[in-house]
């Protein structure tokens, strides 16, 4: 048993975080399938790496079951909760070359969970069809017209998986003409339909609507500077992708950006403190 939890513990932590935006909801769903696994012969199972797999998206409907009025009486726009990626803890418990885009795993909440499943699955793992249709227990051709319904729902699939681009560049040239108030090269680099979410949860003060527009994003980002003073900056990778983690007046914000032709097409603002436990240490 010790050597398949160590063996598929990062697929199946990579499967349960990206359906169910949670790392910390993940990791204690892959210690609870363990648990009731304990005593069972695995190795006499003829594939023990699908059965597995199984186990844990049966669980993870379970959770988005309970997960769902939750969010619905969550205070504010819902925002998956961010990981940091290039530390042992928890980049160690994930197959970061297969995560989603953390911009991708918030549009996977307009589908259905079989529909977030076969999704992952296949976009982000890899999986053969014969083996998604015994995990969700459809045919093969039911999973690929699932398939093609999501990405209908979610945009080009192309753009799904997130292969590790340096945008540090990007990040701290916008930094600088935020810190120089220069409004006329910050809109530069916004795009026109640019959307900033902010995520508090109510436990910090955060923008309960998005904010849409250039002009708009640009003012709402130098008021937050002007608000804080001593912010300190960190570009770090979260999510395996370049983002900020920001620390003013007391509070962590960790900030991630989707950026098309140059420009920011959206940024996203994690700021409850209930998502970042695992930032405390950095």
Do not use: H
């Not at 210690?31 to 199984?54: A, I």
């Not at 909440?109 to 969700?136: C, N």
């Not at 902010?198 to 003060?205: C, E, I, L, R």
């Not at 620390?247 to 950006?257: E, K």
């Amino acid at each position: 048993m010790k050597q398949l939890y160590e063996e598929y513990k990062p697929l199946l932590c990579t499967i349960a975080y990206q359906l169910t935006g949670s790392m910390a909801d993940a990791e204690d769903l892959v210690q609870d399938l363990f648990v009731k696994l304990t005593g069972l012969d695995l190795k006499r199972l003829y594939d023990p790496k699908n059965y597995l797999c199984k186990m844990i998206v049966n669980r993870c409907y379970d959770y988005l079951g309970s997960a769902q009025k939750r969010r619905e009486q969550y205070t504010g726009p819902w925002l998956p909760e961010p990981v940091p990626t290039d530390v042992a803890d928890p980049g160690a418990m994930l197959l970061k070359k297969d995560m989603l885009s953390y911009g991708m795993l918030v549009l996977l909440e307009r589908l259905t969970p079989v529909e977030r499943t076969v999704f992952v699955l296949r976009e982000a793992l890899s999986f053969d069809y014969a083996s998604i249709g015994k995990i969700v227990e459809k045919s093969e051709g039911n999973c690929r017209k699932i398939l093609s319904k999501a990405r209908r729902k979610v945009g080009n699939p192309g753009k799904a998986i997130r292969r590790r681009q340096n945008q540090r560049v990007w990040i701290e040239q916008f930094l600088e003409e935020l810190r120089r108030g220069n409004v006329e090269k910050i809109l530069s680099l916004l795009a026109e339909d640019v959307i900033v979410t902010s995520d508090g949860g109510g436990k910090v003060t955060a923008a309960l609507r998005p904010v849409i527009s250039a002009e708009k994003v640009a003012r709402f980002l130098l008021g937050l500077l002007r608000k804080y003073q001593g912010v300190q900056y960190r570009v770090i990778g979260i999510n395996a992708e370049d983002g900020l983690l920001i620390r003013a007046g007391g509070q962590m914000t960790v900030a991630l950006f989707q950026l098309e032709g140059g420009k920011m097409k959206k940024l996203y603002l994690v700021r409850n403190p209930e998502k970042l436990t695992w930032f405390k240490n950095l």
